[in-house]
Nanobody
Framework: QLQLAESGGGSVQPGGSLTLSCGAS??????????MGWYRQTPGAQREWVST???????TYADSVRGRFTMSRDNARKMVTLQMNSLRPDDTAIYYC?????????????WGRGTQVTVSS
């Protein structure tokens, strides 16, 4: 089981940058076996996928953030980060990280509680 916690959210002006982090607790086991993802959600909307860093090292991004956001992963530290550049007002959302794995035919998924990002002038 993983316990995830996001940090690094805040308020920034358009064009600015923020770096979000998501760490798993020390007693979490098997971090390296999970695909890690970032999602975001605005009030009244469905949670939207942002990026994934899978266990094979492949990173994918939503079209809306490709070229502006960079996701990285450090299995030794049980952490993923999301470097967000050229932020726009429509990037405003609560950002969540997710860990997902399928082991022995059973899916396990864990979410953090989220961190607020606000982009406004």
């Amino acid at each position: 089981q993983l316990q995830l916690a996001e940090s690094g959210g805040g308020s920034v002006q358009p064009g600015g940058s923020l770096t979000l982090s998501c760490g798993a607790s020390e007693r979490s086991f098997g971090f390296g076996f999970y695909d890690m993802g970032w999602y975001r959600q605005t009030p009244g909307a469905q949670r939207e996928w942002v990026s994934t860093f899978n266990t094979l090292g492949a990173v994918t991004y939503a079209d809306s953030v490709r070229g502006r956001f960079t996701m990285s992963r450090d299995n030794a530290r049980k952490m993923v980060t999301l470097q967000m550049n050229s932020l726009r007002p429509d990037d405003t959302a609560i950002y969540y990280c997710k860990a997902r794995a399928v082991m022995y035919g059973k899916e396990s998924a864990y979410w953090g509680r989220g961190t607020q990002v606000t982009v406004s002038s």
